[in-house]
């Protein structure tokens, strides 16, 4: 089908006004289709002109324009002709639609557990047409009326309140005009809590067999919302412009949430079925604080085109992770977003895919593409730079100004800039340039010279920037100096001063001077880039990162301590540390850390990177057992019930290959030994079962019977992913035939992705490795879902096997003709991480820690 230019949606966004749609689905026909029909009013500019509007029906049955019947043999592919229009025009489109099992559209799932049926629609993008005709394009907002007919039990829920009028009749108040891809309905026998705040009346939906789980965390979920919704109404001038606030917790969802106006839909494993860490509740009490800014930022004042999708991301990161440290318990979340967000976006920014925060998109397809690490992480650190830069005051107004100028409407990042520029003399074309419209990260280095009384001679900050993007920022920056505090072995390393430092590549080319440090003490370390501000790589110079190296630990703030972990891991991926010396911090310093965001990040990436990816395959069985080791420390010295306990246990759970480990795990299993504290709950269970399934312990029956206790959603893709990770040759087939079939959903294509790729399997695989590089272009394309090519090519990719000839492979995929461009994005970036570790392989020495 063809996809929406930036070119074609002007044209028409020139043309016509959208004034309404009022759509009527009825979702009493079975398991395959839904019946839709819709109306749509709408203006036109120049009467006489033709369009086309959008529709992707399974059966396309009747379509009225202005009382004339329309031929539904003139459909090509997702566009219908609209010809000889009026000045105001009534268009009627009648049609069988196809419910979806990815995720896209309106997407069916039926609960494992008790056979329940649940819908939910995901509009978000050229997916509203699969539920409805519609102009699908952002700047053609409109008002919505949605009435269902649905089975009488369940409860039906839109962007607007809705009430039952008759048995299974469901009719919802009109929105205020929104687009397209934020119209949702969600059905079903939900189960609901209800309360209200401050006059916004609010709920919380889940999947009856998750009842349980919700009802606990009811009181934190409400209070979240109350705390982040009064944060939002100090912050801006307008208040929530949408009625009612319900959060609904969905099957088999693909992102992390998705910011509906008034029905905001979650994935469900944010409901949590198995004990929590605080990490776990930190992300998603940001999920929250992100999606309500996005009432304002994407839903009040939507992007007019796709090209400015960091208007409604990047803000939305900035402000969800600001308001959840400003209003919720979650006071620390900015050390997590150093660690694991903002290190996303670094990552991103090196890739081959890079592009500016605000580039220039060409249609919709490339616009998916671009909901990435550069989107959300680079974009909301750029943000918080301007803050520093602007001013909170001057940010604020100008945001205030652009809410009310554009309310209900449509913006750009010329309007933003306007509003801005009002209230500071800053020069925001030139900021809005080099930030904003180049792609790539700097790198600071400090360049040191000591007296000999040891006393800073002079200290200039180094910024380059990549050979192919030559482009220096300015950047403000704190320079962090850190002392030992006492002379003990233990002593705490704390920040002695700081500067603020502004680099002018302008005034100073590439090397500014900070004479205010000029005769200053030598610190213990000297931190760039202090409480992270700015957004850029950090390298330090060889006194500082001795320090690092034997007192990470005692490193007395969380954020330095996060600064830290991040630039080691990006010096990791640049080839200057071998990933043994990263897992020697690891394991000297992770075990004392107490930021459990920062704990979990390292830890993850520890495991999946650093060991799976960067580590040469004859130094595995060493550094999993430098991990397990790592844990079990941790373990022992976290109290009971902590977050930092059950990290440790997840994290052994992944890394264990000592018979006595797997014998440890395999008790907790059956409840033997377990620490006092550590609830081995559903969760825990998989991952231990996965673990003893790679390895040889258990097998079908165990899976068979855990699966029979658990029969959930998560718990068929715990089994899956199991019997995908067997180590026997009739598995790995079954896996395969599953994974290049039609059955699976993403959620379980990903399970099996997992389980299939084991670095212990590798001689098993080898052929799976050709066969995975030859048949991809043809598996995607059959099922033809964005998201199936996201699991496959992006997650399930086997960077395991980082080798000249697997690269190799990727690159000879790339060279074919039938590769999309989705396709080709995802792979080429996944080989560039591939590149990067091959290279870390080549170059790593024997590792320098040892277990104990």
Request: some cysteine; glycine content about 6%.
């Amino acid at each position: 089908m063809a996809t929406l230019t930036r070119a074609e949606a002007a044209r028409r966004a020139a043309l016509l006004d959208v004034r309404s749609y009022c759509i009527d689905l009825d979702l009493t026909r079975g398991a395959e289709e839904f019946g839709s029909v819709t109306v749509i009013r709408f203006g036109c500019a120049r009467p006489g002109a033709d369009t086309f509007v959008e529709v992707k029906p399974a059966r396309l049955r009747r379509a009225v324009l202005d009382g004339v019947e329309l031929d539904p043999g003139e459909l090509d592919g997702d566009r219908l002709p609209l010809r000889d229009l009026a000045a105001e025009n009534e268009l009627t489109v009648e049609a069988d639609m196809a419910y979806s099992h990815t995720g896209e559209g309106l997407h069916r799932s039926v609960d494992p557990v008790d056979g329940e049926t649940y819908l939910y629609a995901q509009a978000c993008m050229d997916d509203a047409q699969r539920i409805f005709p519609c102009f699908d394009q952002p700047d053609l907002k409109a008002a919505v009326t949605l009435t269902v007919t649905a089975p009488p039990e369940w409860t039906v829920l839109g962007n607007g309140a809705g009430a039952q009028t008759s048995p299974g009749r469901w009719e919802m108040v009109p929105t205020p005009p929104i687009s397209t891809y934020l119209v949702t309905v969600v059905a079903g026998p939900y189960h609901s809590i209800y309360t209200s705040h401050d006059g916004i009346d609010l709920g919380l939906h889940c999947r009856r067999s998750l009842a349980a789980h919700l009802e606990p965390d009811a009181d934190e979920l409400f209070t979240v919302t109350r705390q982040c919704f009064d944060r939002y109404h100090e912050l801006f001038a307008l208040r929530y412009p949408f009625g009612k606030y319900d959060q609904v917790f969905v099957p088999d969802f693909n992102a992390g949430a998705m910011e509906n106006p008034g029905c905001v839909t979650f994935r469900d494993d944010l409901i949590f079925r198995s004990a929590a860490s605080e990490a776990q509740r930190e992300l998603r009490a940001m999920v929250v604080a992100h999606e309500m800014a996005h009432m304002w930022f994407g839903d009040l004042v939507t992007l007019r085109w796709w090209d400015d999708v960091w208007l409604n991301e990047s803000f939305a990161e900035y402000m969800g992770h600001r308001v959840t440290a400003e209003a919720t318990r979650f006071a620390d979340v900015w050390t997590t977003f150093s660690i694991t967000r903002k290190g996303w976006g670094y990552a991103a920014d090196q890739r081959p895919s890079t592009h500016p925060v605000a580039s220039d998109v060409d249609d919709t397809t490339q616009a998916w593409l671009n909901f990435d690490g550069i989107s959300y992480a680079k974009g909301a650190s750029v943000l918080r730079q301007l803050v520093t830069w602007l001013g909170d005051e001057a940010f604020l107004a100008g945001l205030n100004d652009y809410f009310v100028r554009h309310q209900h409407g449509n913006a750009t990042l010329a309007d933003l800039l306007e509003a801005l520029s009002a209230h500071t003399d800053r020069n925001l074309a030139d900021w809005s340039r080099l930030w904003l419209r180049t792609p790539r990260p700097n790198t600071l280095r400090p360049a040191v010279t000591v007296d000999p009384s040891g006393r800073l001679a002079s200290l200039e900050v180094e910024q380059t920037a990549p050979e192919a993007y030559p482009t220096l920022r300015p950047h403000r920056i704190a320079i962090g100096l850190y002392d030992l505090d006492g002379e003990t072995a233990g002593a705490a390393i704390r920040r002695r001063d700081q500067v603020l430092v502004d680099l002018d590549p302008a005034v100073d080319g590439g090397r500014t001077l900070v004479p205010a440090l000029a005769g200053a003490q030598r610190p213990a370390l000297l931190l760039l880039n202090d409480e992270d501000l700015a957004y850029a790589k950090l390298r330090f110079d060889p006194g500082s990162w001795a320090v690092i190296s034997e007192g990470l630990r005692r490193i007395d703030d969380s954020l330095t301590r996060a600064l830290v972990w991040c630039a080691a891991w990006d010096m990791v991926r640049d080839g200057e540390l071998p990933a043994a010396e990263f897992l020697s911090l690891v394991r000297a310093h992770l075990p004392h850390e107490t930021a459990i965001g920062a704990l979990n990040g390292v830890l993850e990436g520890a495991r999946t990177l650093a060991v799976d990816w960067y580590t040469p395959p004859s130094q595995r069985d060493v550094a999993l057992s430098v991990l397990a080791a790592t844990c079990r420390e941790l373990l022992a010295a976290s109290a009971p019930g902590s977050s930092g306990q059950l990290l440790a246990a997840r994290g052994l759970s992944r890394s264990a290959a000592d018979p006595d480990d797997l014998t440890l795990l395999r008790g907790w299993l059956s409840g033997t030994d377990v620490p006092a504290g550590l609830v081995v709950g559903p969760d825990l269970r998989w991952a231990i079962l996965l673990r003893l399934t790679v390895l040889g312990p258990v097998g079908e029956p165990e899976i068979a019977a855990e699966l029979a206790a658990d029969p959930s959603d998560e718990g068929q893709q715990g089994a899956t992913r199991c019997r995908a990770a067997l180590p026997d040759a009739d598995a790995k087939q079954r896996a395969w035939e599953a994974l290049t079939g039609d059955r699976l959903t993403p959620h379980l294509m990903l399970a099996a992705v997992e389980g299939l790729w084991q670095p212990e399997h590798a001689d098993v695989l080898t052929d799976y490795l050709r066969r995975y590089f030859a048949e991809l272009p043809e598996i995607t394309a059959r099922r033809g879902s964005p998201e199936v090519a996201r699991v496959l090519a992006r997650f399930g990719f086997p960077g395991y096997a980082a080798s000249a000839e697997t690269i190799l492979l990727g690159e000879k995929l790339l060279a074919r003709a039938d590769v999309t461009p989705a396709l080709a994005r995802y792979v080429a970036d996944e080989l560039d991480e591939m590149r990067r570790a091959a290279r870390s392989r080549e170059m790593s020495a024997t590792l320098s820690c040892a277990p104990e």
